[in-house]
């Protein structure tokens, strides 16, 4: 059974830092790509992040770009999200998933999802 469990959430100050986790298992780690994907209330499913696993490519959303690193730890099937200079508007639930084939691409296309970490920045 794939799982996929994030952590790291909280209440941070702008300017702030968080790093994210997600926890995976259940798939062979490296031939899947993993992204994290934030979703703001009233607002669509917006991708942050991802990381190929398969060879170490990251992409970025433009909201993000500059401010957040996507890492992975192979040794413990975890995936980070490094989150500087934190704005009010990254406030949303963050969401990692999983895909054997979508390298960066919208949200539908994930199979595999977490059940979300809160991240709420407050100005």
């Known amino acids: 059974e794939v799982q996929l469990v994030e952590s790291g959430g909280g209440l941070v100050q702008a300017g702030g830092s968080l790093r994210l986790s997600c926890v995976a298992s259940g798939f062979t780690f490296d031939s899947y790509v993993i992204g994290w994907f934030r979703q703001a209330p009233g607002k669509e499913r917006e991708g942050v992040a991802s990381?190929?696993?398969?060879?170490?490519?990251?992409y970025y959303g433009d909201s993000v770009k500059g401010r957040s690193t996507i890492s992975s730890d192979k040794s413990k099937n975890t995936v980070y999200l490094q989150m500087d200079s934190l704005k009010p508007e990254d406030t949303a639930v963050y969401y990692c998933a999983a895909d054997d084939n979508t390298i960066w691409g919208p949200a539908q296309l994930y199979e595999y999802w977490g059940q979300g970490t809160q991240v709420t920045v407050s100005s």
């Open positions: 990381i190929n696993l398969s060879d170490g490519t990251t």
